[in-house]
């Protein structure tokens, strides 16, 4: 037979127009012509014409066979159009709503061809269920991404930002599918399906992860520095390293993160003083320790555009601070000790110190002032150092939990584990604050104080009380190692309670119990 392959608004025009103009109808019940809904979609072709007469009829005489009424005759039903009755093709036929309304299988009647809602889906428009918004053409019914073909395309075409189909639902990401995980939302959160920004370096392996701004840095930025390699030859790569951290900022054109090796040859330290202005990242290379000294300054100042990733870095015996800030840095297993002023000194800028020694430093452990914030977890802070204070908190804030504390004697001066100027926005959980001289470990008025060890706790009750005795409760006071002694005070054993969010291990990496509100080591060490 004859097909014609018009489309179907103009051909539907087209049949308008014959009528209009008095055309004779054509008997069908032989052969229909090029332009019978036969030929061309079927029912779809006669709800387009005209939806009062949504069915197609090979064998009437109807104007382009379109009638009111369903064909009794199968044989007559032309339902799919393409030259075959329902006999031959009933792809396109489902059941109807069964309501008794007469509106058949498609649309509701009313010429808007959006069904009455328990009618067979024509398509997603007709899905408005947002737990099933695909329609399966063969069934009629309106289904989930994983009922489809296939369910990521199908999640791509409904919306491209949740490409991936798991579990029946359009998400971001899933398992080996992180795509649309890119810039500032690298990391894909399996549980919820969403790209969501890094919170530990641990996942951008390839780099280091931009604690502000949730990116993994580039690796294309990653050079390296080694101080046993000539000068003014390197090109940061580990065959050919730069030979100071100076060179390597120098070098550097954007973000920088530099692998920095120990020393091997005399004078076994890097001995500089470096500004950071951008996000900048220095690593010890795995498995060892460099040592830097500042010289002539701090070994590192951060300015307030800057962000410093330090970790796995020993900064001792300069002739300043360890690390002074007014911008941001993330401190982690790092040794800042035997400082001519102070370990870290905060003014405007932020501080996260997590898992380090800030011990011996002459000026003290850690000053935040000018608005500065400090965060301390499972931290040494402090130390054998007369008359110093070994955290103070002058104007800004601080939370610290699971850290040791320890300050001095008192020679002339009054040692403190905290001082604070006005303790409202100072914090201390699960700690031991202590201190050799007789003068209260804590000089801060308003702060909250809470399941730490202290040695007097008539001012903060919600404490754990015991009489501090230096050389009983540690490996070695004298050098700030703040390790628990076999000899030291049980009541440490069970101050601290563990919560949600708090860090799962302690300053050596042993597991701390992961369980809400459960007791625990109060300090940074907890004894396996």
Not at 67 to 72: F, L, S, T, Y
Not at 125 to 151: I, N, Q, R, W, Y
Not at 207 to 218: E, I, K, M, R, V
Request: aromatic share 4%.
């Amino acid at each position: 037979m004859n097909r014609s392959h018009t489309t179907l608004p103009l051909q539907a025009a087209a049949l308008v127009i014959a009528f209009i103009a008095g055309a004779a109808p054509a008997c069908v019940s032989e052969t229909p012509t090029a332009s019978h809904c036969a030929n061309e979609q079927g029912d779809a072709t006669c709800l387009a014409l005209d939806p009062t007469t949504p069915f197609c009829d090979g064998c009437g005489s109807a104007v382009a066979g379109c009638v009111a009424e369903q064909p009794a005759d199968d044989s007559c039903y032309y339902a799919c159009g393409g030259d075959n009755n329902i006999l031959d093709d009933d792809s396109c036929v489902m059941t109807g709503d069964g309501d008794g309304d007469g509106d058949g299988d498609m649309g509701d009647g009313d010429g808007d061809g959006d069904g009455d809602g328990d009618g067979p889906c024509m398509g997603p428009a007709d899905c408005t269920d947002p737990d099933l918004p695909f329609c399966d053409m063969a069934s009629g019914e309106c289904v989930a991404c994983d009922a489809t073909p296939d369910g990521d395309a199908s999640c791509v075409g409904l919306a491209p930002a949740t490409p991936v189909c798991e579990g029946g639902v359009c998400v971001q990401c899933a398992e080996g599918k992180v795509d649309a995980c890119v810039d500032t939302t690298p990391i894909c959160d399996l549980d919820a399906g969403v790209c969501v920004g890094c919170s530990d370096h641990a996942q951008c392996p390839e780099s280091a992860c931009n604690l502000a701004d949730g990116n993994c840095f580039d690796p294309a930025s990653v050079v390296h520095v080694d101080g046993d390699n000539e000068c003014n030859v390197g090109d940061g790569s580990e065959a050919m390293p730069f030979c100071t951290i100076g060179e390597a900022l120098l070098a550097a054109t954007g973000d920088a993160m530099i692998i920095l090796h120990e020393r091997n040859l005399i004078p076994l330290i890097y001995a500089e003083a470096n500004m950071i202005s951008t996000p900048t990242v220095i690593f010890a290379a795995d498995g060892e320790t460099p040592k830097l000294q500042g010289s002539g300054g701090n070994a590192f100042s951060v300015a307030g555009s800057g962000t410093l990733y330090a970790k796995g870095l020993e900064i001792s015996g300069g002739d300043a601070a360890g690390i002074s800030l007014s911008g941001q840095a993330w401190i982690d297993e790092c040794r800042i000790n035997s400082n001519t002023t102070l370990g870290v000194s905060i003014n405007g800028g932020s501080a996260t110190i997590r898992r380090s020694h800030i011990v011996n430093n002459d000026g003290g452990g850690i000053l935040v002032d000018g608005g500065g914030t400090l965060v301390l977890e499972n931290s040494f802070v402090g130390g054998n150092i007369p008359n110093t204070v070994s955290i103070e908190i002058l104007d800004g804030s601080m939370d610290a939990a699971f850290s040791t504390i320890v300050a001095g004697a008192n020679d002339f001066g009054m040692p403190a584990a905290l001082r604070c100027t006005d303790g409202s926005d100072t914090s201390a959980r699960n700690s031991i604050l202590v201190a050799s001289a007789a003068d209260p470990e804590i000089q801060c008025t308003n702060a909250t104080i809470e399941d730490n060890v202290i040695e007097d706790n008539e001012s903060f009750p919600n404490n754990t009380a015991v009489n501090f005795n230096p050389n009983e409760w540690f490996v070695d006071y004298a050098t700030g190692d703040f390790h628990l002694s076999d000899s030291h005070p049980e009541g440490i054993d069970s101050a601290a309670t563990w919560q949600l969010g708090d860090p799962g291990t302690d300053i050596d990496g042993d597991p701390r119990p992961m369980t809400d509100n459960s007791s625990d080591f109060a300090g940074a060490d907890r004894v396996p």
